[in-house]
């Protein structure tokens, strides 16, 4: 993602948009942040927009919360759900710990699961309640390819609107996506 733009086009504003105020709300209840670090607000408000964002940063440069607070704001629009697809379990249980703590909605579904626990997650994208429906739902790259249940949840849920993206987070150690990437 690159922020700035074109030659021909002038520099946008992104404390300009109509969201910004909800942005920062969000930013300082829920994560308790001051302000963004580099380039995060235009990779956030390029989200928002609906737009394709590829971003790029060191460890630690805040990309999660580029994907994370979009994901809070845009249930709040039209109650959709965003897909996270990383392959490092330990990192997609702390972040789910951590967003669970901050009170975001927040699920995860992969193959070590008990079948109990992922049914349990799988109805609660369909249901539609604020608070019960999650906001972020954490999978592995795994389920994506060989579960038939996830692939036909991903189409209802098509149907009816009620995703509002897909991130593909750590995807460098996504082997089976390899140079293609």
């Not at 990309?63 to 979009?70: D, E, H, T, V």
Request: charged share 25%; hydrophobic share 40%.
């Amino acid at each position: 993602f690159t922020p700035e733009p074109a030659a021909h086009e002038p520099k946008k504003d992104f404390t300009k948009t109509p969201y910004h105020a909800d942005l920062l709300s969000v930013l300082r209840e829920t994560f308790g942040l001051p302000s963004f670090r580099p380039n995060q607000l235009e990779a956030i408000s390029a989200c928002m927009d609906g737009r394709d964002v590829f971003v790029l940063m060191p460890t630690g440069g805040g990309k999660s919360l580029c994907f994370q607070l979009p994901a809070i704001l845009k249930p709040r629009q039209r109650n959709a759900i965003t897909f996270v697809v990383t392959p490092l379990r330990s990192l997609m249980t702390d972040q789910v710990a951590a967003l669970l703590a901050r009170g975001v909605p927040t699920a995860m579904i992969h193959g070590d699961q008990t079948n109990d626990d992922r049914h349990q997650v799988f109805d609660s994208l369909f249901d539609k309640r604020k608070g019960i429906r999650p906001a972020l739902v954490y999978v592995t790259p795994e389920l994506l390819d060989k579960s038939g249940r996830m692939r036909d949840t991903l189409h209802r849920l098509a149907e009816t609107d009620s995703i509002a993206g897909f991130v593909a987070d750590e995807a460098h150690c996504i082997s089976s996506w390899g140079r293609s990437f």
